[in-house]
């Protein structure tokens, strides 16, 4: 198992950036898949970013050049640098780990941040 804290949300202007973090309760190379996703009002969650234990990373198109996925092994965190924020990336946002158990995957999420771009 694991227990993942995001913090880093706030209110930003467009043009503007954050960084979340994203604190796991274990060695983060123990963790098969990291990950970042967004779920706006009224819409479903969605892919903003993952990188694999072995650094591998596979970006959303609408956030390629503006986002960047790194992480501090020595901390147990991964970090979604956000540049250049526009409106439409205002949502909650929420990290993700994807542990591989045999032939089984299991998904653990944290509780969210909520990021909010005005124009």
């Known amino acids: 198992q694991v227990q993942l804290v995001e913090s880093g949300g706030g209110l930003v202007q467009a043009g503007g950036s954050l960084r979340l973090s994203c604190a796991a309760s274990?060695?983060?190379?123990?963790?098969?898949?990291m990950g970042w996703y967004l779920q706006a009002p009224g819409n479903q969650r969605e892919l903003v970013v993952t990188?694999?234990?072995?650094?591998?990373?596979n970006y959303a198109d609408s956030v390629k050049g503006r986002f960047t996925i790194s992480r501090d092994s020595a901390k147990n965190t991964v970090y979604l640098q956000m540049n250049s924020l526009k409106p439409g990336d205002t949502a909650v946002y929420y990290c993700?780990?994807?542990?591989?158990?045999?032939?089984?995957?299991?998904?653990?999420w944290g509780q969210g941040t909520q990021v909010t771009v005005s124009s």
């Open positions: 990188i694999t234990n072995s650094g591998s990373t």
């Open positions: 274990r060695s983060i190379f123990s963790i098969n898949v």
């Open positions: 993700n780990a994807r542990l591989q158990a045999g032939s089984n995957w299991h998904n653990y």
